[in-house]
T-cell receptor, first 113, second 112 residues
Framework: ETGVTQTPRHLVMGMTNKKSLKCEQH?????MYWYKQSAKKPLELMFV???????ENNSVPSRFSPECPNSSHLFLHLHTLQPEDSALYLC????????????FGSGTQLSVL | LAKTTQPISMDSYEGQEVNITCSHN???????ITWYQQFPSQGPRFIIQ???TKVTNEVASLFIPADRKSSTLSLPRVSLSDTAVYYC?????????????FGTGTRLQVTL
């Protein structure tokens, strides 16, 4: 148990669906992250939030929409996804943004049909 | 960005000591070195972090030479459950998260 909880654990959706991924951390951290990991590929940083403010967006398509209502919760809203978006989506948190220890959730395995 | 290079894969027998080396030739003065472990379908897990010389915890040891252009993660007496991908990251505490780039990592396979 890392203190970072992601739901759902698995998700199957069609290309016209709208769904949301949820992440919650119980560590009192101030920075939260979304990563994407496709099969056989390195983790790709998608978004970074620091004290609820988005500080990084690594050229992520607009069909992915993050939301950070407070320092403990992070959402990733999905709409009109493509099959190539199928991947493991990982949430992480750290005390502060930067070279801090990252604590990851178990991820959401997403399949887009 | 301080780029890192690691072997793609390594094999070991249970009970052996495993050393995984990471090269980071253009590491900056303020950069720390951090290692993570990842099992299939799970998020990476922090193992150890260091700046110079040697760091040891209950899981592993991290050896960093004086020039800091490389580092070696040492896993004592590995077991089957140590089969995982190991990542080396380099970055400083004032940098952006983008500096914390996960490469392809080293896939360690432990067998009997």
């Amino acid at each position: 148990e890392t203190g970072v909880t992601q739901t759902p654990r698995h998700l199957v959706m069609g290309m016209t669906n709208k769904k949301s991924l949820k992440c919650e951390q119980h560590l009192g951290h101030n920075a939260m992250y979304w990563y994407k990991q496709s099969a056989k590929k390195p983790l790709e940083l998608m978004f970074v939030y620091n004290f609820k403010e988005q500080t990084e967006n690594n050229s992520v398509p607009s069909r992915f929409s993050p939301e950070c209502p407070n320092s403990s919760h992070l959402f990733l809203h999905l709409h009109t996804l493509q099959p190539e978006d199928s991947a493991l989506y990982l949430c992480a948190s750290s005390h502060l943004q930067g070279n801090e220890k990252l604590f990851f959730g178990s991820g959401t395995q997403l399949s887009v049909l | 960005l301080a780029k890192t290079t690691q072997p793609i894969s390594m094999d070991s027998y249970e009970g052996q000591e495993v050393n995984i080396t990471c090269s980071h030739n253009n590491i900056a003065t303020n950069d720390y070195i951090t290692w993570y472990q990842q099992f299939p379908s799970q998020g990476p897990r922090f193992i150890i972090q260091g700046y110079k010389t040697k760091v040891t915890n209950e899981v592993a040891s991290l050896f960093i030479p004086a020039d800091r252009k490389s580092s070696t993660l040492s896993l004592p007496r590995v077991s089957l459950s140590d089969t995982a991908v190991y990542y080396c990251l380099v970055g400083d505490e004032t940098g952006t998260a983008s500096k914390l780039t996960f490469g392809t990592g080293t896939r360690l396979q432990v067998t009997l």
